[in-house]
């Protein structure tokens, strides 16, 4: 049981960066502001309502080896272990809201749905094995976006937004099933007509749930954005420290770091975008771990 719930706790830290966070609708002013958009659509902004609808994919892996010890661990031998390989597939579907109330401030607020098939071997041979596929809703989450200066070429665009999210979903791969609060910034800069820089920072506040205590995770990151016709293209990187784990007063997982990449391509007038990351990509020695995602937003209305 214990190997069982660090297997599903480790899950929920991976897949908590697996599926991008990108279906919101408001991208189009994020990304360039001011400088694409016409005198009729900044007019029309404050009274414009948005629906998306995201498609994606994701798969995590992660072999866990726990030793057991005898009397004296400085020994550095131990008695038995745990080896379980945990993984997950999942197809999810995802609704978003937006309304933007005026041409820099809106709100927004996303419901995730998906199909799980996750897979558990237990054991140095593998001889316990459980192969599940469950559905269910996923954490819903809403938040408010700013935009506190519009960009140009001699200014960046620079966006910061707060998102809170609910402790609903049943299945790790569709959220953390915790209580938490996230304030995050975004910065871009043009260098030239079709060339611009990005920055990005966020920290997520997690509550205590029952006898968890969830670490705070801190993430930051950047990359580079091409302009290409009516679309932008963008590559970059995300790191993320993750506050360490207890049950009970006891330390579950002790603090960690993950780093993923991210790439998006937007287009700037139809609202359709494609959207992937690859995560752990700075894999431990001893744990061996991998996640991977896709998803695909269009607006429906």
Sequence with gaps: MKGKFCASLFVLFVFMLLIPDLGHSYEREVILGDV???????????DRFRL????????????ILTGIYGPD?????????????????????????????????????SVPFGAV?????????????????????????????YNILSGSKTTPNIVINVDANSDIAKYYSLGDGLWDITPGIQIRQLLSDSFYILGLADYTFRLKKKEIEP??????????????GSSALELGLKAATIDETKIDNTTLFDKDKDLAFFMA????????GFYLTIGNLDEGIDLERNSFGFEFSFPIF
């Excluded at 998306?52 to 072999?63: L, P, W």
């Excluded at 937006?98 to 820099?104: D, F, G, H, I, P």
């Excluded at 391509?265 to 359709?272: A, P, Q, R, T």
């Design 36 to 46: 694409y958009q016409t005198e009729k659509e900044k007019e029309s902004l404050k």
């Design 52 to 63: 998306d609808v995201s498609v994606g994919y994701g798969y995590s892996y992660a072999q």
């Design 73 to 109: 661990p400085k020994l550095a031998t131990y008695l038995d272990r745990l080896d379980m390989d945990y993984s997950e597939n999942l197809a999810a579907l995802r609704l978003t809201a937006t309304y933007a109330m005026t041409s820099k401030m809106g709100i927004y607020f």
């Design 215 to 228: 670490g705070d995770i801190f993430g930051y990151g950047g990359g580079i954005g091409f302009i290409l």
């Design 265 to 272: 391509i937007k287009s700037l007038y139809k609202g359709m």
């Design 117 to 145: 098939k996750y897979k558990k071997e237990e054991g140095i041979r593998r001889i316990f094995e459980e192969d599940k596929l469950g559905f269910g809703l996923g954490d819903i989450y809403g938040g408010i976006y």
